[in-house]
């Protein structure tokens, strides 16, 4: 498991090694991506010929404190009974549900019994045996998940949080490395379109790709048109396209976005709090800025002015108040934001 963030698709925001670990843990809030990863590891550490005696499953998926629990028991059990015939064997206690920060992990039944576990974990057990854990939301304050740090080899999968800014750029390589992998070809405005609609997750992500791979056949190029008419409009979607229409001054297709707003059930001064006001703010804002510091008119896929130029050199440009993310510029001949005002 000796993999770097590049050749994880959902670039791992954690990863822990121990060295000579027997125990593995797959955890993060992206439970499509959780899911996967603990797949792919559960089966390359399954005993090759070891049949049902080579992997023990544990459901991880509690309804109540009494079953998680019993879960728990269950996988301290499970590794301290020695495999059969002195083969090796793993245990996947699977699908955690009760370590994140919710009513049924904060029990204090259920904190007993993962503090046994990680007693065990801590202490190790009996040759030939290797435990797997995946989880979902795990609350990184408790003791349970330091111990997994410190003994276990340990990624974790975050999903992308499109209310912080700089998102659309990590959600763009993700598409990126996927879609190669497909052999896709994407166009830049249809790649900066597939992003906003998808929002950065990767379950949605695969599921269209391969809706457009199946659709195109042969044909590996993807245009705009092609997107807009496959990918489904959610209404995060649809208010980014309007805010990028609104930009391009494209008249045709904001009309259509907003049609489609108002007939989802959005009322108009929803659209224009949400979508025309903070759109035009942003354009006089950067309007403002060009002038002030004679800039040619920029062009970028998403808010951030310097998307472009961090993709193609790697780093903003220094000593730019542009591309630096400053809002205002004190003691200067020019005056940010009085548009906005």
Known sequence: MNSTPCDEIAMPKGKAKATGAKIYAVLGSDESEVKRVAA???????????GDFGLEVIDGAADNADQAEA????????????????????????????VGDDQKARSTTVQSALEELSEVVDSGFGPGITLLISAIDVDKRRSFYKTLLKRAEVQV??????????????ALEVVQQRAK?????????????????????????DNELEKID???????????????????LSRAGVIFELSNAL?????????????????????AIGILLVAIVPTIRNLLLAKDLMECYRRPRPYSPFQ?????????????????????GH???????????HHAA
């Open 40 to 50: 792919e590891i559960a089966s390359n550490l399954t005993p090759p010929g070891a």
């Open 71 to 98: 879960r728990v028991k269950s996988a301290i059990e499970a590794v301290q009974t020695l495999p059969f015939f002195g083969s090796t064997k793993l245990v996947w206690l699977k699908n955690v549900n009760f």
């Open 157 to 170: 999968f975050d999903r992308l949080d499109s209310g912080r800014s700089g998102w659309e750029e990590e």
């Open 181 to 205: 992998k497909r052999k896709l070809q994407f166009d830049e405005d249809a790649l900066d379109l597939f992003v906003l609609l998808t929002g950065g997750e990767t379950r949605q992500i």
């Open 214 to 232: 199946t659709f195109l056949g042969k044909d590996r190029g993807v245009n705009a048109e092609l997107v807009r008419e496959l990918v489904p």
């Open 247 to 267: 930009a391009a001054r494209d008249l045709q297709i904001s009309l259509k976005l907003v049609r489609r707003l108002l007939d989802q059930g959005e009322s």
């Open 304 to 324: 951030c002015l310097c998307a472009r130029h961090c993709r193609t050199t790697g780093g903003p440009v220094r000593n730019d108040p542009i591309n630096s």
């Open 327 to 337: 809002a205002s510029v004190s003691g200067s001949k020019c005056s940010i934001g």
